[in-house]
């Protein structure tokens, strides 16, 4: 009772807390930065919130965020981007009837384990379909990437997308996470928790390598810019009657306002999908379900021992949250206007990921949020704030002191150094996080 008293206490003030920092920065640095750290913020506690879901929930130890992320990112460039119509014509068809034979290989395969009886000759037969399956689709698929790789490789040199509305991609894309994250869960979960960290990691590194290589899908290292915008460009608000009006009334720039126009509504639209997800969430933990995945994750034996499918449990809230990493990953390139595969690493998409789920509570999704945002905004500002303290330690000092250059040089590093910092400091004096998870006791009623 206590602990949920202090919770209903503590969390309005840390969110508070919050809001004047992120005030703060739009009062020293500017408006147009602070929302976009916010926003920012936002989809890394979307991101939080889909590990707290697998881990806090189920206790499943996931490294591979990165791919899952990644997953949402490509997928905003095959919605939103138009189709290279030329590529289409010089290799879509060769393209087309490779991944057919692909296909048709997995199906025969499939086919043949289920219908002959377990023994030699099943392998034999299932060997000789992948093989033969293989060398006819690369018969047809090496032709065809040389082909598309060929089209103005300046700028395209891909199929490009589908031309669609940018936002549709933010479902789609966690529906290719929860389909990845299906196929990877039949394959790993079960094993135990270090082999499913290492099992995670690996495929994750597989999906970034074939993001990477295969230019004919993402253009790999050239990157992929001006993905289309669920918001007006600044340079359109900008010749908008009532945008001239308001910023002179204000007495701003045009184009800062401009700027904060864009930011506000990029806000408007991740905080509804950050409270969509957040209900979706909290209504599961309270339900039976919920109630079930805690205690299939406190005592696995015991729940196998009562007739539960603790695999199965565990593969759907893998899937569950494996979408809801997809979901940020799509909206996060919205944001970004351009899909960038060497800008996924495993310290930012990853580790920092899961430093925002201790920090904030693992087992809580309102601690979940306030670790994301906390995080993130530390992450951004810790080279500035690192900045403005070693001006003030070196004040004092010669401004042709190796001493002074070294320490001002120094801040540039700050970061690593301040995210560990705050994870030791947390671990140390509240190592079930700021919101830890509320713990459900059983009523008993009282005895007459």
């Known amino acids: 009772m206590n602990n949920l008293l202090n919770q209903k206490v503590q969390a309005p003030m840390l969110f508070l807390l919050m809001g004047l920092a992120f005030l703060a920065v739009g009062l020293m640095q500017s408006w ?13 506690a979307i991101m939080a919130l889909g590990l707290n879901i697998q881990w806090g929930y189920a206790g499943l130890f996931n490294v591979g965020l990165m791919g899952f992320a990644a997953l949402g990112g490509i ?20 393209m087309l009837t490779a991944l057919t034979m692909a296909l048709i290989t997995t199906v025969l395969a499939i086919v043949a384990y289920k219908k002959l009886p377990a023994g030699r000759t099943r392998r034999l037969v299932m060997a000789a379909i992948i093989v033969i399956g293989y060398f006819v689709s690369r018969y047809y698929f090496v032709p065809a990437v040389e082909l598309i790789e060929q089209v103005n490789p300046a700028k395209t040199g891909y199929l490009g997308g589908a031309g669609l509305p ?6 789609v894309g966690g529906l290719l996470a929860a389909s990845a994250a ?8 079960g094993l135990r928790s270090d082999y499913l960290a290492i099992a995670t990691l690996g495929i994750s590194e597989i999906i970034m390598s074939i993001l990477r290589h295969e230019e004919w899908l993402t253009r790999g290292v050239n990157n992929v ?8 460009f600044e340079i359109d608000l900008m010749q908008q009657v009532w945008v001239q009006e308001w910023a002179a009334r204000l007495g701003v720039e045009l184009m800062d306002f401009a700027s904060i126009i ?4 990029y806000f408007v639209l991740c905080l509804a999908v950050l409270l969509i997800l957040f209900w979706l969430a909290q209504t599961a933990i309270k339900s039976p379900w919920g109630r079930m995945m805690r205690a299939i994750r406190d005592n696995e034996t015991a729940a196998e021992a009562m007739g539960k499918d603790v695999t199965g449990r565990h593969l759907q809230v893998f899937v569950l949250g494996s979408a809801i990493i997809g979901i940020a990953g799509a909206m996060m390139v919205t944001l970004d206007g351009q899909f960038t595969p060497n800008s996924y690493n495993p310290l930012r998409f990853t580790f920092l990921i899961w430093v925002m789920v201790i920090v904030g509570g693992s087992g809580n999704n309102l601690g979940a949020i306030l670790g994301g945002l906390l995080i993130w905004f530390f992450w951004v500002q810790a080279e500035p704030i690192g900045l403005w303290m070693m001006n003030v330690l070196t004040a004092g000092m010669s401004l042709e002191s190796a001493l002074r250059a070294h320490l001002l ?19 140390r004096f509240r190592p079930r996080g700021l919101l830890p998870e509320r713990e459900e006791r059983p009523h008993h009623p009282s005895r007459r």
């Open 32 to 44: 147009s930065l602070s929302l976009t750290i916010l926003n920012y913020g936002i989809i890394a």
């Open 75 to 94: 997928t905003a460039v095959l919605i939103a981007m138009p189709p290279t119509t030329e590529a289409w014509e010089e290799g879509g068809a060769g």
């Open 166 to 171: 940018i936002m549709l991609s933010w479902i």
């Open 182 to 189: 299906w196929l990877i869960g039949k394959i790993t979960l």
């Open 225 to 232: 810019n001006g993905l289309p915008r669920p918001v007006p």
């Open 262 to 265: 864009v930011r506000l509504s």
């Open 409 to 427: 040089e120094s801040a540039a590093h700050m970061r690593l150094m301040v995210m560990g910092l705050i994870l030791l400091l947390t671990l």
